[in-house]
């Protein structure tokens, strides 16, 4: 049973940093792609990191050059580095599974965490 869970979320003034974690059990972590997406109020969920089973990552432009998406695979252990947070960066935060071990696309995810919410404020 593939087992999801976030933390790390927060409140923090713009500008600042925050880092998320998910811890993963029930499946072999290592053999799946990995993102994190994100829900403000009113908006649809979008997919803004994704990293591979070789580690390959790949961003949404909203937060390129600002978030590092990585896993440890020894740990089972996705992460998320955000930086320079913008209150528009405000929303709660889910990290999901695809049982593939290449992804190119924000599709198709079909295991998810309970979230994580993160408020920035100006």
């Known amino acids: 049973q593939v087992q999801l869970q976030e933390s790390g979320g927060g409140s923090v003034q713009s500008g600042g940093s925050l880092r998320l974690s998910c811890a993963a059990s029930?499946?072999?972590?290592?053999?799946?792609?990995m993102g994190w997406f994100r829900q403000a109020p009113g908006k649809q969920r979008e997919g803004i990191a994704r990293?591979?089973?070789?580690?390959?990552?790949a961003y949404a432009d909203s937060v390129k050059g600002r978030f590092t998406i990585s896993r440890d695979n020894a740990k089972n252990t996705l992460y998320l580095q955000m930086n320079s947070l913008k209150p528009e960066d405000t929303a709660m935060y889910y990290c999901?599974?695809?049982?593939?071990?290449?992804?190119?696309?924000?599709?198709?995810?079909?295991?998810w965490g309970q979230g994580t919410q993160v408020t920035v404020s100006s």
């Open positions: 029930g499946y072999t972590y290592s053999s799946y792609c």
């Open positions: 999901a599974a695809r049982q593939s071990r290449y992804c190119s696309t924000f599709s198709f995810f079909g295991y």
């Open positions: 990293i591979d089973s070789p580690g390959s990552a």
